[in-house]
């Protein structure tokens, strides 16, 4: 335990006061910003992953390499800290059962457990009452084709098991696909989900404290390209009504799950305007980092209140907002431009610190706040274009039930 805590360890209600140390599993740009929130409020942080040189161990007082599943190692890393959250949800049972008993971890393992996997995350919520796409479970050939014939198609096939940015998943559009989709899951179990047609992806960060407390950021709009976030705005374009039936569902949801921490529930909006729930994220998202610059308590120093037990603070948002994402692509042709983004007053830049720039990989974002809703994505894809963005994906959505663990 850190020194803070050394003299007297506290129990699973006691707040964890500065001074203490928080330990993050996972080490990536979400750990960054939830170390840069703790450090402000004076905590130390100590971060573990399979990565040095990471995001979160720039910001970090401490950065342990090692596997998640070294359970050895991991015990070692909840015996020097006081509490532990996560960033990243892709994280072995076997880890937060090793750390669990040591110091707390929140959210708790069954959280974790639960929203990892399609097949659980989408039982959990139908036998909770919560509005979802009808699904089935599919473990051979012959039991998706009969799936397919009962759902219809255009239908989505994914891993049962998570994966992230559009991975591990396939769209059937007739019959005849369900060869080739059944082979591209190579003998793993899948979850076969109806179509959805959808007018908007929305979705709701928000808290729940120790107490139950609760804290929302509203509901946000996102649009994707090649299955990746691209924009966020927010507050959404959407009625009165369905915000609050949004903001409802996720606080059922966060209650249903005994979820301690920042999550997300993301959502479809489809053309009845009726939500159906996608998929749940039981961490940090990156259709919150516009909180960073937008609100009063950003998403990141929400998480380290709601963990340690601390009141949570006010999601009160002054103006509307945007962000936009930078993916490695940018750098194709060399650095980016940051002055000519930096240009634009209301436009404020995070990069993460990864090393290297590939396709597709989140090397940072923009966000930018505005009188409306419209002047901040201006504001955020002009900046965005001046960086020497040559594509644009603002008039794109992916159509598909994949608005992914972002």
């Given at each position: ?240 009504a369905v915000n609050v039936t949004a903001v ?33 994220a039981p961490r940090v998202h990156n259709s ?52 000519a983004a930096l240009a634009i007053p209301e ?60």
């Open positions: 335990m850190s020194e803070a805590a050394s003299t007297s360890e506290p129990t699973s209600t006691d707040p964890v006061l500065p001074g203490a140390t928080i330990g993050i599993l996972g080490s990536g740009q979400l750990g960054r910003m939830i170390a840069i929130a703790a450090r402000r409020m004076g905590y130390r942080v100590h971060t573990l992953s399979p990565e040095s040189d990471s995001p979160t161990g720039h910001v970090a007082d401490r950065e342990i390499v090692a596997a998640y599943d070294d359970v050895e190692a991991v015990k070692r890393f909840a015996a020097d800290v006081d509490v532990i959250t996560l960033e990243f949800e892709n994280i072995s049972a076997a880890c937060v059962d090793a750390a669990s008993p040591i110091a707390p971890v929140r959210p708790k393992g069954s959280v974790l457990h639960t929203t990892q996997n399609r097949l659980r995350e989408k039982t959990f919520l139908a036998d909770h009452g919560f509005p979802v796409a009808p699904f089935r479970h599919i473990k051979s050939r012959d039991e998706l084709a009969a799936a397919v014939e009962e759902i219809g198609t255009p239908a989505v096939l994914k891993t049962a098991g998570f994966g992230y940015d559009g991975k591990g998943q396939v769209r059937i559009a007739s019959v005849d696909d369900v060869d080739g989709a059944w082979t591209s899951m190579a003998g793993q179990d899948a979850v076969l989900e109806a179509f959805i047609d959808f007018d908007l992806e929305l979705s709701v960060v928000a808290a729940r404290g120790l107490a139950g407390d609760f804290a929302h950021y509203g509901a946000v709009e996102n649009k994707h390209s090649n299955h990746i976030l691209d924009v966020t705005t927010a507050p959404a374009d959407v009625s009165g409802n569902l996720t606080r059922k949801v966060f209650e249903a799950l005994d979820v301690v921490g920042v999550a997300c529930v993301e959502y479809f909006l489809d053309r009845g305007n009726n939500l159906i729930i996608n998929e749940i919150g980092h516009f909180t960073f610059d937008a609100c009063v308590t950003s998403q990141f120093e929400q998480q380290v209140r709601a963990v340690c037990g601390l009141p949570l603070g006010s999601t009160d948002q002054p103006r509307p907002a945007a962000m936009a994402n930078l993916l490695g692509d940018l750098w194709e042709n060399g650095e980016p431009d940051w002055a436009v404020k830049l995070h990069l993460y610190g990864k090393q290297e720039a590939r396709p597709g990989r989140k090397m940072g974002h923009l966000t930018a706040v505005a009188d409306t809703r419209e002047q901040a994505v201006e504001r955020v894809v002009e900046g965005r274009r001046g960086l020497g963005a040559e594509r644009l994906f603002l008039n794109t959505n992916d159509r598909t039930n994949a608005l992914p663990k972002t």
